[in-house]
């Protein structure tokens, strides 16, 4: 059974950090690309981050750029979201996935495995 789990959110002041967690287990992490995903109530999932198996490609939404980092450590089973200048309009549920395969997935259907989520709010 796979199971996807977060951690690491929270309610921190506009300009703070947080770094998220994801643990994974019933899977062969290291065949999978794990990505981020964040959702408001209301709105659609966004992508937020992807990585590929090895951490060898990432890739971020624009409106990321510069602020959050994906990376993952294969021997822990562990992907992570380190966000730093966040912003109220960061303020959602956010989601880890695990897609089958190489390369980055940046659409919510390409991903097999879905987290239950952890609650990031970030206040003005």
């Known amino acids: 059974q796979v199971q996807l789990v977060e951690s690491g959110g929270g309610l921190v002041q506009a300009g703070g950090s947080l770094r998220l967690s994801c643990a994974a287990s019933?899977?062969?992490?290291?065949?999978?690309?794990m990505g981020w995903f964040r959702q408001v109530p209301g709105k659609e999932r966004e992508f937020v981050a992807a990585i590929s198996w090895n951490g060898g490609r990432t890739q971020h939404t624009d409106s990321v750029k510069g602020r959050f980092t994906i990376s993952r450590d294969n021997a822990e089973n562990t992907v992570y979201l380190q966000m730093n200048s966040l912003k109220p309009e960061d303020t959602a549920l956010y989601y880890c996935a695990a897609g089958y395969g190489s390369g980055v997935y940046t659409i919510p259907n390409q991903y097999d495995y879905w987290g239950q989520g952890t609650q990031v709010t970030v206040s003005s």
């Open positions: 019933g899977l062969t992490f290291r065949d999978y690309v």
